[in-house]
């Protein structure tokens, strides 16, 4: 298969889960304005990579066998404890005191950074993120995809990420400013009660 071809095609395929990944970037926007969400994707992406890159290299180098049991067992407790945190975190954070915070101050570089972590943090110590890039490099393998072909896979695939992603943030940023205060910390909670179940679907299903 084409590997700019294939590169989209599992760019929007994974653009259009609606997950912890999603959740986060669609709270970053509403919340922390185009800059955060951007702050937020910008994890999300390094993240992508990192997994990406790290099973090509050892898919290539290496004829390693696992289990994708193990890599769920070890990152299944973590992953759920970190969006538990999140997810409470926000609902604690949609107090009726959000209503007068100035907006500025969501745009700092400290609060850019805190976005850009989540969204390292919420895909990479995802057992999904970590499962389907197994699959996915573990295809480009079986399909005999040399360095280049890797660099012209994730280059498509980025272009689709990045230009859906900005779609996304667009809108969610564009939501927020229509919306009361009142109407935002509903949204905040709703966001927090999503990422608690996440994390609680996670940590049964895999751990308990």
């Known amino acids: 298969m084409n590997p700019w071809f ?3 095609q599992v760019g929007f395929v994974l653009s259009l889960f609606i997950g912890p990944v999603f959740i986060a970037l669609f709270e970053s926007a509403l919340d922390r304005g185009f800059k955060g969400g951007y702050s937020t994707s910008l994890g999300i992406w390094i993240a992508d990579f990192f997994y990406a890159a790290t099973f090509y290299f050892v898919f290539r180098h290496w004829e390693i ?3 994708e049991d193990d890599i769920i067992t070890y990152l299944a407790l973590p992953g759920s404890i970190i969006l538990l945190s999140i997810g409470i975190f926000s609902i604690i954070k949609a107090a009726p005191s959000y209503l007068h915070q100035p907006h ?3 745009e700092n570089p400290l609060s850019l950074g805190r976005c850009f972590a989540k969204g390292i943090l919420i895909n990479a110590i995802s057992p999904t993120t970590v499962v389907l890039w197994a699959s996915i490099v573990g295809s480009m393998a079986a399909m005999n995809f040399s360095v280049n072909d890797f660099f012209k896979f994730f280059g498509s695939f980025l272009l689709v990420l990045i230009t859906l992603d900005t779609i996304k943030i667009f809108l969610a940023h564009k939501l927020g ?5 009142f109407h935002l910390i509903r949204i ?7 990422l608690i179940i996440f994390g609680l679907v996670i940590f049964f299903k895999f751990v308990f």
Not at 188 to 194: F, S, T
């Open 188 to 194: 905040k909670r709703i966001a927090g009660i999503a």
């Open 177 to 181: 400013t229509h919306l009361s205060g």
């Open 65 to 67: 066998h696992f289990e």
């Open 104 to 106: 500025s101050s969501n």
């Open 6 to 8: 294939f590169g989209l």
